[in-house]
């Protein structure tokens, strides 16, 4: 029995003698890696992001960018203000339709329309105002005939000029009731009675109106200021 208790009291002074040494190993190493890395830690760089100032929103990837534009109001390509004339001038003076307000074909501003007459396309430079056989047709304004002859398309034509480069043909009146080359018209006055035009007879009694201001074709309601 004492030989059994000496062997084990000197089996656990052995034990006891290896956990310690354990223990002093162990606690070196923990020491060892906390210098280590309290050294690494002193030698890095500190980085302090300013979160506030960022721009940084929670869930967006990139910061967004507001770009600020301002448009150049000043245009290279401006046009100048035509200079307006008083006196009789096309587009701004006071014109008298020449037979009532209903239109059959209005000006195609160079764009083919269909003819029922000739059974084609073709451009119609003027306008078409409807009426009555024999009514009474007016002068748009004052002016001077400059021409009156019979057209086998047109039918009698009168041509005025109202001044400022305005020439007007008033087409499809009937013969011997239009006034005379070289009379002077007043504005409102009958130029004529309303006749018939080949070139368009199956559009119906009407007079065809055609307008130009220095010798380019215009739309005639504009030319007349009655244009919307």
């Known amino acids: ?46 980085t302090s992001i300013d979160w506030d100032n960022q721009g940084f929103t929670l869930g967006a990837e990139k910061q967004e960018t507001k770009v600020t534009v301002e448009w150049n109001t000043t245009s290279s390509t401006t046009e100048e203000p035509i200079s307006a004339r008083t006196d009789n001038l096309p587009f701004t003076g006071k014109f008298t339709l020449p037979l009532g307000n209903e239109i059959g074909k209005d000006y195609s501003d160079g764009e083919m329309v269909s003819s029922k007459t000739m059974g084609d396309w073709r451009i119609h430079n003027g306008i078409d105002f409807m009426g009555n056989s024999k009514a009474d047709v007016l002068a748009i304004q004052d002016g001077v005939v ?55 007879a199956a559009d119906g009694s009407h007079l065809h109106l055609e307008i130009t201001v220095d010798d380019v074709i215009v739309d005639p309601l504009a030319a007349m200021n009655r244009a919307d």
């Open 146 to 200: 400059t021409d009156v002859y019979s057209d086998d398309m047109w039918g009698v034509v009168v041509v005025v000029d109202h001044g400022n480069g305005m020439i007007a043909k008033y087409c499809g009146l009937v013969a011997k009731t239009t006034p005379k080359k070289g009379d002077e018209i007043k504005g409102g006055t009958t130029l004529g009675k309303l006749g018939e035009i080949p070139v368009e």
């Open 1 to 46: 029995m004492d030989f059994e208790f000496k062997r084990t009291g000197k089996s656990f002074g052995k034990l006891w003698l290896y956990a310690v040494l354990l223990l002093c190993v162990t606690a070196a190493g923990i020491g060892s890696y906390a210098a280590m890395k309290k050294a690494n830690s002193a030698t890095e760089p500190q």
